[in-house]
Nanobody, 121 residues
Framework: QVQLVESGGGLVQPGGSLRLSCAASGSIFSINAMGWYRQAPGKERDLVAVITRSGTTNYVDSVKGRFTISGDNAKNTVYLQMNSLKPEDAAVYYC???????????????WGQGTKVTVSS
């Protein structure tokens, strides 16, 4: 199996910063991409940022210039540095990984359990 373990959520004031981490472990041959999604109460789960194995990144427009995604391929870990946080950034943040478990097999999506980010004064 594959496990994704997130950390770093919490309560922060508007304008503050948080850093999320997500480490993948288990039966992993390769990880093609890792990313962060978020889901606010009553809303859909939406992509926030993604990074491919080669380092290509993509962000939703609302976080460009404020959030930075980075990864450590050797550690199967992805980070999300969140600066200038706004109340509308509050959500449960989920880590996602596109994993190939053995050579020649398909890739599958795996999800972490989520970490809550609250932005409030």
């Amino acid at each position: 199996q594959v496990q994704l373990v997130e950390s770093g959520g919490g309560l922060v004031q508007p304008g503050g910063s948080l850093r999320l981490s997500c480490a993948a472990s288990g039966s992993i041959f390769s990880i093609n991409a890792m990313g962060w999604y978020r889901q606010a109460p009553g809303k859909e789960r939406d992509l926030v940022a993604v990074i491919t194995r080669s380092g290509t990144t993509n962000y939703v427009d609302s976080v460009k210039g404020r959030f930075t995604i980075s990864g450590d391929n050797a550690k199967n870990t992805v980070y999300l540095q969140m600066n200038s946080l706004k109340p509308e950034d509050a959500a449960v943040y989920y880590c996602n990984a596109v994993v190939r478990r053995w050579t020649g097999t398909p890739e599958y999506n795996y999800w972490g359990q989520g970490t809550k980010v609250t932005v409030s004064s």
